[in-house]
């Protein structure tokens, strides 16, 4: 492990986030100090269970004697992992990982439930040594993805889908190249090799794969892993709800068939478009955080319409808009009550931010976004279809990579 390294992994071990808050948080507090020899029987007590330590080279007793290890070692008051794959000079392939899941006695009922709102996030910092493509024979047909040397976390769900997030990795690497085995069961995601901090939204990136269910499903096996000669270590996995507490997502959908967005707080109404209408109704994320109830005094109901004559839904937090169009236009707008409480302009919390509302009177329709990026990409892209009508309302923004950025095809 080279100074860079280790100097960043100093400033990683401060970075510790409440357990209390978390669905599910390794961050191998429970584990002991030392050095781990992969075998068929070693396993590492963490917080969250027992990792199972596995390589190739132990597998194979033609391989000779294992060079890989795991370790937990002591960093800035923390504990770290640690595993380093080193070149065992042999045909055998050098890979060595730990692995959580329910093995016979160990980890019994292990699930982690994946939701549209589900959130990973974690620390990470490696570096192979010449990396480059698959040299061993095992490798080269690549049985086990990711191909090529890289540093990769992955996880399968219930139904054998495997996620896999490729941290370090050869500079020939190509994502999600076809693997026969594997099909369309397994997809890569590909990130900085030195952002350091890792944030995703777990249900989004699992819907890149094509053969995911998300209905009952959840993680079944999470596996860190060395391919190929380097050392990577891993620190604070945390699998939890987002948003701010006492929130709830608000999901955004979009319907190629209709060309209209919805938002809906209703997590069984989410689910239930993306279980019943596939292909009528497309999930696009986090929209933003909103209240459930007016738990908050400076909240407000945001009220929901339909028009059968438009097929376009209609969002207010104006208490006389919503009367107009109750009493002015029953016949093209129907009340459907309360969507969610958010906060009216000049009552927002300073952590809030403003939703945007835009009108389009050749389509019928309206916009909402919190994205400024969006707002000001519908403004100058499409001025001529689309009428800026100022702040809708203020909620609370989503991580930034909780929100999949929309097709502005989508908007013309």
Known sequence: MNARIHLVLCIVATLSVSASAADFQESWENAVVGVYAPSTGTFIEGDEGEWLVEDEVSRNAACGPTPQRAEIFQLDGHKVLQLTSNDSNSECSDIVSVKLAEFDSQNRGFAIPITTNTIISFEEVGELTEPGPPGTVLNRTCLNPPCFDNVSLLLTDNHGNTLAYVLQRSPKAVPNVTNRNRADTFREVFLDPDAVNYRRNLFEDFQTIPAFRPTGANIRTIEFRVDEHGSAMIDNLIIESAGPVGTVPVFRFWSPVLHTHFF????????????????????????????????????????????????????????????????????????????????????????????????SDPLGDHFYTISRAERDKVLILYPTIWTFEGIAWFAFPPAPSDFAAMNLAHMK
Request: glycine share 6%.
């Open 264 to 359: 809906t707080a209703d997590a069984a109404e989410a689910q239930g478009l993306m279980d019943r209408f596939p292909g009528i109704w497309d999930m696009e994320g986090i929209a933003f955080f909103a209240l459930p109830s007016a738990s908050n005094p400076n909240a407000r109901p945001v009220f929901r319409f339909w028009s059968p004559v438009l097929s376009a839904h209609f969002y207010t937090i104006d208490e006389a808009e919503r009367d107009k169009l109750i009493n002015n236009f029953p016949d093209v707008w129907t009340f459907e009550g309360i969507a969610f409480f958010a906060f009216p302009e000049g009552l927002q919390p300073s952590d809030s931010s403003p939703v945007f509302r835009f009108r």
